[in-house]
């Protein structure tokens, strides 16, 4: 019976040897690097364009917009900015939009351009979201930037 006790403790003992090597750690993954932004500049108007430039990211200095195509404009001293993002897919573009529009100092629904007019904090934004793209007109009232609005949307292809 010793005998008995004494093999069973041997074997139970010689399974209880030291924990096996943790098996390693997976290598980090390098941190994606940011897709390179597409230039549509082309797009933005040419009628009163002061100048355009490339935003890397934040237009409009909002966290909640990435980068994009930036244009400045001037007409009869009033200065005002349009931009074009483009995004992967329409489905990320409409998230962009709904983020941006969290910011907005009463939003209003623009039902036929999908999107919304409202206040930044800083000047009014007509913004809107068409296929992949989120683009808008900052610094105009809604008025006046609603046709110039429209002829964007007419050129996001």
């Known amino acids: 019976m010793r005998i008995a006790a004494l093999a069973f ?5 010689m399974g209880c040897g030291s ?10 993954k390098p941190k994606a ?3 390179k932004l597409k ?6 108007a ?29 007409k009869k001293g009033k200065k005002y900015q349009m931009f074009i993002i483009e995004t992967a897919s329409g489905s990320e ?31 009014p934004v007509y913004i809107f979201s068409k296929k992949e793209y989120v683009a808008g007109i900052a610094g105009l009232s809604m008025a006046e930037a609603d046709p110039i609005a429209r002829s964007l949307a007419s050129r996001l292809h």
């Open 9 to 13: 403790v041997a074997v139970f003992l």
């Open 19 to 28: 924990d096996p090597a943790p098996a390693p750690a997976p290598a980090a």
């Open 33 to 35: 690097a940011a897709p």
């Open 39 to 44: 230039d549509h500049r082309a797009g933005l």
């Open 46 to 74: 040419l009628e009163n364009q002061v100048s355009t430039r490339m935003v890397e990211d934040h237009i409009l200095d909002s966290p909640k917009l990435p980068g994009g195509s930036f244009g400045e404009y001037e």
């Open 93 to 123: 573009a409409a998230l962009v939009l709904f983020g941006y529009k969290a910011t907005l100092q009463n939003p209003e629904y623009i039902s036929y351009m999908g999107g919304y007019y409202g206040s930044d904090g800083k000047q």
